[in-house]
């Protein structure tokens, strides 16, 4: 074993100990644990939540403007018109959303209970990866002469080495908190960073927002609409009209919710962590890093996940990604149906959103940093043909009811030949009306969604 310290810290010089050595009574590590003491009090689960609000909403900092009476009164408006011109393109009711302009931090706080639920079966395994490692770690050093001669040297007479580091005693505890702060600082970071960028409580194609409420971000609207020379109540619109039809989506088909993260936790089981690069990132990490998201940020990056190499990994990382594909391609085709007869710039503003996720949006990066997933946005535009053919065959009525129950939806080979799916030809292709018909008749057992492998 190295004795290079973890976490970037090495032992202290003497001076001033009382010849008790570097870790006596304290010594170097003093600074370690005063540093960390509040953060590993944290006992909530795999992700530090408190330091992940902490980080994301000081990332925010004072580039934050607050809202005023007009941003509230542009943003309800928005919405107002967007359901408006909604309603005629698709049988998906309204629902009465409630219309919201946000602050940076207000999306922080809001969507925060949806993040954790993404994120700690991500975290689970990382943290897993952690312990596990550490506990080879010290299996290997059996007693006090596998350390660093220095630290051997500090360790009061008598000390049981091997009950301090056992499985479930204080060094793996300790790591396991470890393990949720350091998770916390990358996840703080990256909603941070995110927050920043997005114009909407839906834009990432993910329910983040409490249930029945539509939000816009009115400083990121503006920012979206720099330089493109087009009337900011126009852009307004049409990122309401996006807003709009995703609340309706997730309001009205009442599966996806939980279809969608039940995805996400199982990609994430079949997860797998590089413990190379876990062992070289903990290197790099020390608390003082805290202060300085940045330089955390660098230290913390997505290469710690392994790629999928499993037929099991690789099928789950395939249906997140279909699903996250129809979601959004839907959401892409019903805005541009609804914009079409009302907003003069609206195909070059549907063509700015989409550039913005193959170019790396929003979406793409987080997933990337949280998830371990890089996203594929030329699935988005795909889907969002195969609903537009679903239509002119079969009209709103017909293309909105493959929502009617997940056993319905396209394949990933669906995508790849939305006319087969539309005509029928596809061997996946089902009739919606009476599949559904068929499912209510059906016992619950036998209702198991389908793969869409």
């Not at 005063?34 to 992940?52: C, F, R």
């Not at 309204?94 to 207000?106: D, E, K, N």
């Not at 009302?342 to 063509?351: N, T």
């Amino acid at each position: 074993m190295s004795s290079q310290f973890p976490f970037g810290f090495t032992p202290g010089g003497g001076g001033g100990d009382g010849g008790q050595g570097p870790f006596g009574p304290f010594g170097g590590a003093a600074p370690f644990f005063a540093e960390l003491e509040k953060l590993l009090s944290w006992q909530g689960g795999p992700v530090n939540w408190e330091l992940a609000k902490q980080i994301a909403v000081r990332s925010v900092g004072a580039d934050d403007p607050k809202l005023t009476s007009a941003d509230e009164e542009a943003v309800a408006g928005a919405l107002r018109i967007a359901d408006v011109w909604i309603d005629p393109v698709t049988t998906l009711p309204a629902g009465g959303a409630r219309a919201q302009a946000w602050t940076r931090a207000r999306w922080i706080e809001a969507t925060l209970p949806i993040w954790q639920k993404l994120c700690d079966p991500v975290a689970a395994r990382v943290v897993e990866a952690m312990r596990t490692g550490l506990s080879g770690g010290l299996a290997q050093l059996g007693d006090a002469g596998g350390l660093p001669p220095e630290l051997a040297a500090g360790l009061p007479p008598g000390l049981d080495l091997g009950a301090l580091m056992a499985a479930g005693g204080p060094v793996v505890e300790m790591m396991n908190r470890v393990g949720g702060m350091l998770f916390g600082a990358q996840v703080g970071q990256a909603i941070g960073t995110l927050a920043g960028e997005v114009v909407s409580s839906t834009e990432i194609g993910l329910p983040l927002a409490p249930a029945g409420t539509a939000a816009l971000l009115p400083a990121n609207v503006a920012a979206f609409g720099e330089g493109l020379g087009v009337d900011a109540e126009e852009i307004r619109i049409y990122l309401a009209l996006r807003e709009a039809a995703a609340t309706r989506l997730f309001a009205h088909v009442s599966w996806l919710r939980a279809h969608l993260l039940g995805t996400v936790e199982e990609y994430a089981r079949g997860i797998t962590v590089d413990q190379e690069a876990l062992g070289q990132m903990m290197r790099m990490v020390d608390p003082s890093m805290l202060t300085d998201p940045e330089k955390l940020s660098e230290a913390l990056g997505e290469d710690v996940f392994a790629d999928a190499t499993t037929p099991e990994q690789e099928a789950a990382l395939g249906r997140l990604e279909v699903a996250l594909a129809l979601v959004e391609g839907w959401i892409d085709h019903v805005t541009d149906t609804a914009a079409a007869e009302h907003l003069p710039s609206a195909p070059r503003l549907r063509e700015m959103v989409r550039r913005r996720r193959a170019e790396g949006g929003p979406a793409e990066q987080t997933f990337a940093t949280l998830v371990g997933l890089s996203l594929r946005p030329r699935r988005l535009r795909e889907a969002a043909a195969l609903w537009e053919a679903l239509r002119a065959a079969r009209g709103a009525d017909g293309r909105d009811a493959v929502w009617g129950h997940p056993d319905l939806l396209p394949s990933a080979d669906d995508l790849s030949d939305p006319d087969g799916f539309v005509s029928g030809s596809s061997a996946s292709t089902l009739d919606p009306i009476a599949e559904i018909e068929k499912l209510g008749e059906a016992p619950p057992e036998e209702q198991g969604p389908r793969s869409a492998e």
